[in-house]
């Protein structure tokens, strides 16, 4: 059964950083693309950014240039590194997994921007 620990959310006021971890368990989390997503109430469920298997790292429009992922398979571990929060980063945050085996989801973390 795949599990995931997510972590690092939070309040914080415009301008300021917070890290997102995603633990993985019970998975092929090496050969696994991981993935953000966000949902803002009232509105739909929204990509971020992704890390393939293979290295390959894309990020919505909206987060280029603040947001970075990065993953260590060895700790079964995908981060989400955000700079220069905006109000409008305010959302719950998912972890996603895809794999062969599925495709996943994490419960989520609350990011609250706010001054």
């Known amino acids: 059964q795949v599990q995931f620990e997510e972590s690092g959310g939070g309040l914080v006021q415009p301008g300021e950083s917070l890290r997102l971890s995603c633990v993985v368990s019970?998975?092929?989390?090496?050969?696994?693309?991981m993935a953000w997503y966000r949902q803002a109430p009232g509105k739909e469920r929204e990509w971020v950014a992704l890390?393939?298997?293979?290295?390959?790292?894309k990020y919505g429009d909206s987060v280029k240039g603040r947001f970075t992922i990065s993953r260590n398979n060895a700790k079964n571990t995908v981060y989400l590194q955000m700079n220069n929060l905006k109000p409008e980063d305010t959302a719950v945050y998912y972890c996603y997994q895809s794999s062969l085996k599925g495709s996943f989801w994490g419960q989520g973390t609350q990011v609250t921007v706010s001054s």
């Open positions: 890390t393939s298997s293979g290295g390959i790292i």
């Open positions: 019970g998975s092929d989390f090496t050969n696994s693309a």
